[in-house]
C-alpha cells in the first residue's frame, strides 16, 4: 500500500471517529432521542452526496426489489442506511446509559436451554441483521458461559461495552487468534458452554456456496464443521429491531450437523449453510431493510 492511501486511509479514520464523537455527546447531553434527532440530517445528507453509498446497497436491492425504478432504489437506500444509524445510536446509548430502557424477548429461550442441557455445547450462528449488539448482551442471560467468535474492534464505531466501562456478559475469542479461535471455541463447547458465530461474512477458509436471493453466493462452513466436530447443537439466531426502544432475538431454526461420512461432508456443510441462508431469506422478508452487509455479498 502506497504512503498516500496509507494517509488517506488515516484521515478517513479519524474523520469517522470524529462523527462518532458527535453522536455520543449529542447522546450525554440529550439522551437517545439527541442521537436519533442528529441522525436524520447526517444520513440525509450522506445518502445525498454519497454515490459509493448507492453502489454498494445496490447489490443487495436489486436482488430483493428486481424491477424497481431508480427513485424506489434511491428511497430503499435512505431507508437502510437510517436503519444503520439507528443501530449505531441504539449501541451507543446502551453502552453510555446504564439504565437504558430497551424492551427486548429472546424468543425460543427454552429450545437453547433445552440443547444447552444435553450437554454438548451449542453453536449459535447470528448474522449482521438487525441490532446484533444488543443481541450479545441479551444471550449473557444463558446458564452457561458465552463465548463470542468475533473480530474485536476497539476503534471509531466502539462496542457498547467500550462505552460505559461495562462489564462483558460474555467472553470475545478472537478470529484473528491462532487458527482463527477454533480451538478456544472447541474448548468452550467441551466444556458444555455457548460459542457463537457470525455466518453471513466470508473472509478465509472453508466455505460453501450455495443460492441466495437468486444466486450464488460463498458462504463460511467454519460453525457448522466445529459443532460436527464437537458434537453440538446448531441454533441460528437472528436479530430485529421493532420499534425505536424495542427488540427481538429469535431462535429460528435448529439442527444438529453430523459426520457420516468422509464422502458425505462436503454435502452436509453445504446443506447446513443453505439452511442458514433460507433462514436469512425469510427473515428479510419481514425485515428488508435491516440487512448491513455493505459490500458485493454475490462477489468474493
Known amino acids: 500500500m502506497s504512503a498516500e492511501k496509507?494517509?488517506?486511509?488515516?484521515?478517513?479514520?479519524?474523520?469517522?471517529?470524529?462523527?462518532?464523537?458527535?453522536?455520543?455527546?449529542?447522546?450525554?447531553?440529550?439522551g437517545h432521542?439527541?442521537?436519533?434527532?442528529?441522525l436524520g440530517p447526517v444520513v440525509f445528507c450522506y445518502v445525498l452526496f454519497s454515490r459509493k453509498i448507492h453502489k454498494i446497497?445496490?447489490?443487495?436491492?436489486?436482488?430483493?426489489?428486481?424491477?424497481?425504478?431508480w427513485l424506489c432504489y434511491r428511497l430503499y437506500v435512505l431507508k437502510i442506511i437510517y436503519s444503520f444509524g439507528g443501530i449505531l445510536v441504539d449501541r451507543g446509548w446502551l453502552g453510555l446509559s446504564p439504565r437504558s430502557d430497551f424492551q427486548g424477548e429472546l424468543i425460543g429461550y427454552e429450545r437453547i436451554k433445552e440443547l444447552i442441557g444435553q450437554g454438548n455445547g451449542v453453536v449459535l450462528v447470528t448474522a449482521h441483521v438487525?441490532?446484533?449488539?444488543?443481541?450479545?448482551?441479551?444471550?449473557?442471560?444463558?446458564?452457561?458461559r458465552v463465548h463470542a467468535l468475533m473480530q474485536y474492534d476497539r476503534e471509531a464505531a466502539k462496542h457498547f461495552f467500550d462505552l460505559?466501562?461495562?462489564?462483558?456478559?460474555?467472553?470475545?475469542?478472537?478470529?484473528?487468534s491462532s487458527f482463527g479461535g477454533m480451538i478456544e471455541a472447541a474448548a468452550a463447547l467441551q466444556r458444555g458452554e455457548v460459542v457463537t458465530i457470525m455466518g453471513d461474512r466470508y473472509t478465509r477458509g472453508p466455505f460453501s456456496e450455495v443460492e441466495f436471493l437468486g444466486d450464488t453466493v460463498r458462504v463460511?462452513?467454519?460453525?457448522?464443521?466445529?459443532?460436527?466436530?464437537?458434537?453440538?447443537?446448531?441454533?441460528?439466531?437472528?436479530?430485529?429491531?421493532?420499534?425505536?426502544?424495542t427488540y427481538n432475538l429469535t431462535?429460528?431454526?435448529?439442527?444438529?450437523?453430523?459426520?457420516?461420512?468422509?464422502?458425505?461432508?462436503e454435502g452436509m456443510l453445504r446443506d447446513c449453510s443453505s439452511r442458514f441462508m433460507e433462514a436469512i431469506e425469510e427473515y428479510l422478508q419481514m425485515y428488508p431493510y435491516q440487512w448491513y452487509n455493505f459490500y458485493n455479498f454475490w462477489d468474493q
Open 57 to 69: 446497497v445496490g447489490y443487495y436491492l436489486v436482488r430483493r426489489f428486481p424491477g424497481k425504478s
Open 164 to 176: 460505559g466501562g461495562k462489564k462483558r456478559s460474555f467472553e470475545i475469542i478472537d478470529v484473528n
Open 33 to 38: 432521542g439527541g442521537g436519533r434527532l442528529l
Open 130 to 144: 438487525g441490532n446484533w449488539q444488543s443481541a450479545l448482551e441479551r444471550i449473557g442471560e444463558l446458564p452457561v
Open 6 to 30: 496509507k494517509r488517506f486511509g488515516e484521515i478517513c479514520r479519524r474523520l469517522e471517529t470524529l462523527g462518532h464523537w458527535f453522536f455520543y455527546v449529542a447522546m450525554r447531553f440529550f
Open 220 to 245: 463460511t462452513n467454519g460453525a457448522y464443521s466445529l459443532a460436527a466436530t464437537c458434537g453440538a447443537p446448531v441454533v441460528i439466531l437472528l436479530a430485529a429491531k421493532t420499534g425505536a426502544k
Open 251 to 265: 431462535v429460528v431454526d435448529s439442527f444438529q450437523p453430523e459426520y457420516c461420512s468422509r464422502d458425505e461432508r
